[in-house]
């Protein structure tokens, strides 16, 4: 009895052993399969914030590129209010209708009546009048393109040359004459295709069709022309 006794509780001990390595090796892998998942899980986390990290770069890049295009399309529309609001600059009239020769003094005033050097005419005009003012026949009689039309309310005359014009001076540069071209203001001189007026029409001067550096007096308006 003591023989078969002793057989019992080894073979009841090593049943214990082995149910004891039994357990300690399903808990080491419901252990590891543990770690596992909370692996996977973890990964799987960090994969999804890194996604939603990317996407929400995304979205804030597209925001941004979308601000600056809108940034860019309100300075653009600025620009164009401005250009529009800004006013262009006159063109050139091509008008035969007159106008003062003060209304465009950033371009040739004259230009209009076919003269191409203002500063020239300009010159001439104050020489007339100085001549004029000094009661100078001869040097205004070099101021008058011949032939010379002198009108009045009735007829016309044509004066053909230098010497018919210093023969009839007086008749033909009346009071009303001189004092209209002394006192006329080289600002207010009025303009059209014809040529340059004088007063309210009583000298009309232009250049001279075969020399467009020279300019004169080509028509005079008076109420009476002596014969």
């Given at each position: 009895?003591?023989?078969?006794?002793?057989?019992?509780?080894q073979?009841?001990?090593r049943r214990l052993s082995?149910?004891?390595?039994?357990?300690?090796?399903?808990?080491?892998?419901?252990?590891?399969?543990?770690q596992?998942?909370?692996?996977?899980?973890?990964?799987?986390?960090?994969?999804?914030?890194?996604?939603?990290?990317?996407?929400?770069?995304?979205?804030?890049?597209?925001?941004?590129?979308?601000?600056?295009?809108?940034?860019?399309?309100s300075?653009?529309?600025?620009?164009?209010?401005?250009?529009?609001?800004?006013?262009?600059?006159?063109?050139?009239?091509?008008d035969?209708?007159?106008s003062?020769?003060?209304?465009?003094?950033?371009?040739?005033?004259?230009?209009?009546?076919?003269?191409?050097?203002?500063?020239?005419?300009?010159?001439?005009f104050?020489a007339?009048?100085?001549?004029v003012a000094?009661?100078?026949k001869e040097?205004v009689?070099?101021?008058?393109?011949?032939?010379?039309r002198?009108?009045?309310?009735e007829?016309?005359?044509?004066?053909p040359?230098?010497?018919?014009?210093?023969?009839?001076?007086?008749?033909?540069?009346t009071?009303a004459?001189?004092?209209?071209?002394?006192n006329?203001?080289?600002?207010?001189?009025?303009?059209?295709?014809?040529?340059?007026?004088?007063?309210?029409?009583?000298?009309?001067?232009?250049?001279?069709?075969?020399?467009?550096?020279?300019?004169?007096?080509?028509?005079?308006?008076?109420e009476?022309?002596?014969?």
């Amino acid at each position: 009895m003591p023989k078969n006794h002793e057989f019992g509780n080894q073979k009841m001990s090593r049943r214990l052993s082995l149910t004891a390595i039994l357990l300690t090796l399903t808990f080491v892998a419901l252990t590891g399969c543990g770690q596992d998942k909370n692996a996977e899980t973890i990964d799987t986390g960090s994969s999804t914030s890194v996604i939603e990290n990317g996407a929400g770069g995304n979205r804030s890049g597209s925001a941004q590129s979308d601000k600056a295009a809108k940034e860019s399309e309100s300075a653009e529309n600025s620009d164009t209010d401005a250009q529009k609001s800004t006013p262009s600059a006159p063109a050139a009239s091509s008008d035969t209708s007159s106008s003062p020769a003060a209304s465009n003094p950033s371009q040739n005033p004259f230009e209009v009546a076919g003269i191409q050097d203002p500063k020239a005419f300009l010159n001439t005009f104050k020489a007339l009048q100085k001549a004029v003012a000094d009661n100078d026949k001869e040097k205004v009689a070099n101021y008058i393109l011949y032939p010379l039309r002198v009108n009045d309310s009735e007829k016309s005359l044509t004066i053909p040359n230098k010497k018919d014009f210093m023969a009839k001076y007086d008749q033909i540069f009346t009071d009303a004459i001189r004092e209209a071209l002394v006192n006329q203001k080289t600002d207010d001189l009025f303009v059209n295709y014809q040529g340059v007026m004088v007063g309210s029409g009583e000298l009309w001067l232009r250049r001279a069709t075969d020399n467009p550096k020279l300019f004169g007096v080509f028509s005079i308006n008076l109420e009476t022309v002596a014969n």
